[in-house]
């Protein structure tokens, strides 16, 4: 099922935002979302992913959090998380393209 997250981290040094990205992609999570004739950058702190339940998002998230704790040198705090499926969702952005086959 198509799963969205939007979370607030704590700042720290060096920023952790870029690295949660990529690490977040690695876990299924990504910063845009595909629609039916676009792929729409999503709004900041925001990722979307396809999983079993939201459990299994936010343990993909979880592990990408972690991951860029040790790469950092310090605990990445998640200060809020909220986490539900997307169903019926309309998505619209700024930032937008045609998708590309990868």
Same mark, same amino acid.
């Given at each position: ?7 607030? =981290?704590? *700042?720290?040094?060096?920023? &952790?935002? @870029?690295?949660?990205?990529? +690490?977040?992609?690695k876990e #299924? ?8 004739n676009y792929v ?9 992913? =396809?999983? *079993?339940?939201?459990?299994? &998002?936010? @343990?993909?998230?979880?592990? +990408?959090?972690?991951?860029? #704790? ?29 998708? @590309?086959?990868?």
């Open positions: 099922m198509d799963i969205l997250i939007s979370y607030d =981290i704590a *700042d720290g040094n060096p920023d &952790a935002h @870029e690295p949660l990205l990529t +690490a977040a992609e #299924g999570l990504l910063y845009v979302w595909k629609g039916a729409n950058r999503l709004p900041n702190t925001t990722l979307w992913g =396809i999983f *079993d339940s939201a459990e299994a &998002a936010n @343990e993909a998230f979880d592990r +990408a959090l972690k991951k860029v #704790g040790r790469d950092l040198g310090y605990t990445v705090k998640l200060e809020k998380r909220a986490t539900t499926p997307m169903g019926s969702s309309l998505v619209t952005s700024d930032t937008r393209k045609k998708p @590309e086959t990868r």
